[in-house]
């Protein structure tokens, strides 16, 4: 009886300790990734800073210009008087009009816009940045949400990192991404055991992609959520106590 109960207890310690996850087999010392810039898309909230050497010439093409002239612009204000791409990929800007903007990058963009200005404006400068850009994890992360991208662009890893890492159940070769592209549903898996994932056109999340991290073969046989918040010394415990009442 007692061999069948150290069988039972040993076989818990194991299972308990078997959530090692190892990423990035055989990794090269070099990979080239080059960073793409973010796609404007419809829905995307636009911040339109326009600029020039005088700036009284530039001030009626900002959305509601005089309250911004003089004050410091936080990304809350800035979301209040974003520009949002319409259903026809289109901004208004004053005077100017409306201007294609879906399928650009925000430099393109930028150029585009600048031109319109050339009519108006001498030698204008305009920025252009998406700030409600925005991705999401879910499944077996331990911070799974939806998080917002300052930078507008970010990694697969970057997120996963961002959502306190994996699960101990998580699988690891077949993580999903779904995108929308062209407003069409696209899904995508992702091995992250293989470096080859990097070379993935899903490695870097464009803005409203969404990651899912599902639970592995063994997670769906056998619950690992029972042991997940049994510590090593509640374990040692157990054997203890079931060793003394032999």
Known sequence: MLKVKLFFLSSIFLLSCS????????????????????????????????????????????QNSLERIGSIRNLESRKLDGYLVDYNGEIDIPIIGKIKASG??????????????QEYVKNPSVKIKIINFRVSILGEVNKPGSYEVLNQNISLTELISKAGGFEKSADLKNIMVIRNTNNQIVTNYLDLTSYEFLNSNFYYLKQNDQVYVKPDDTSLKFDYGIFRNISLISLITTIIFYLSNE
Not at 32 to 59: F, H, M, R, Y
Not at 106 to 116: A, E, L
């Open 104 to 117: 650009l990058t925000c430099s393109t963009f930028s150029d585009s816009v600048k031109s319109k200005l």
């Open 19 to 62: 959530n090692t996850k190892i990423l990035f087999n055989d990794l090269p010392n070099h990979i080239n990734s080059k960073i793409p810039e973010a796609i404007i898309a419809n829905g995307d909230l636009l911040d339109v800073t326009i600029s020039s050497l005088n700036s009284q010439s530039t001030v009626i093409f900002t």
